[in-house]
T-cell receptor
Framework: GAVVSQHPSRVICKSGTSVKIECRSLDFQATTMFWYRQFPKQSLMLMATSNEGSKATYEQGVEKDKFLINHASLTLSTLTVTSAHPEDSSFYIC?????????????FGPGTRLTVL | LAKTTQPISMDSYEGQEVNITCSHNNIATNDYITWYQQFPSQGPRFIIQGYKTKVTNEVASLFIPADRKSSTLSLPRVSLSDTAVYYCLVGVPYNQGGKLIFGQGTELSVKP
């Protein structure tokens, strides 16, 4: 099956710093990538949808200036949490969807655990 | 998108059959029902999808009554490794793109 990776798997940073999370589709071209966040014991919440080469579409209530998304190539999307604060600590998960062999199915990455001190 | 309601948690023992029911009273004619599984600190993975009646694969079965207002995921003879959160989603087929909106999910705990 299609494989999606995320890097880093865990990151700890100080309050006020920015953190970049990478999402890569390893064996297919992802025309669309999605970013989710998940707090402990809660469900996944869709943050934004990004299409290669265009601006991301953010869900209501998600600050686009705080969560910068770049989908510059068909295999890479990045999420940058700017000026991170402790309340941004969460599990960030990406998914990718594209053409053959992935078809229209979303394949999820393993997630990135962000802890802001 | 149709709202889904699932039990928050369920307990089971190894070797038992587990049935998790999801209510989706406002399901639309074109909506499919899809179930995902998520292990702790991992991304979700697709389990099964159906539109009506019964669907079975190597992992689970999905039962959908005629009115499609609910569905039941059946896991045969669970093992400890089936301990996970199970999400019921209603919307476009999982392999036709579009947003996936996750509800609260059911936390299944399988005990020895």
């Amino acid at each position: 099956g299609a494989v999606v990776s995320q890097h880093p798997s865990r990151v700890i940073c100080k309050s006020g710093t920015s953190v970049k999370i990478e999402c890569r589709s390893l064996d297919f071209q992802a025309t669309t990538m999605f970013w989710y966040r998940q707090f402990p014991k809660q469900s996944l919440m869709l943050m934004a949808t990004s299409n290669e080469g265009s601006k991301a579409t953010y869900e209501q209530g998600v600050e686009k200036d705080k969560f910068l998304i770049n989908h510059a190539s068909l295999t890479l999307s990045t999420l940058t949490v700017t000026s991170a604060h402790p309340e941004d600590s969460s599990f960030y998960i990406c998914s990718a969807r594209g053409g053959t062999p992935a078809g229209g199915e979303q394949f999820f990455g393993p997630g990135t655990r962000l802890t802001v001190l | 998108l149709a709202k889904t309601t699932q039990p928050i948690s369920m307990d089971s023992y190894e070797g038992q059959e587990v049935n998790i029911t999801c209510s989706h009273n406002n399901i639309a004619t074109n909506d499919y029902i899809t179930w995902y599984q998520q292990f702790p600190s991992q991304g979700p993975r697709f389990i099964i999808q159906g539109y009506k009646t019964k669907v079975t694969n190597e992992v689970a079965s999905l039962f959908i009554p005629a009115d499609r207002k609910s569905s039941t995921l059946s896991l045969p003879r669970v093992s400890l490794s089936d301990t996970a959160v199970y999400y019921c989603l209603v919307g476009v087929p999982y392999n036709q793109g579009g947003k996936l909106i996750f509800g609260q999910g059911t936390e299944l705990s399988v005990k020895p």
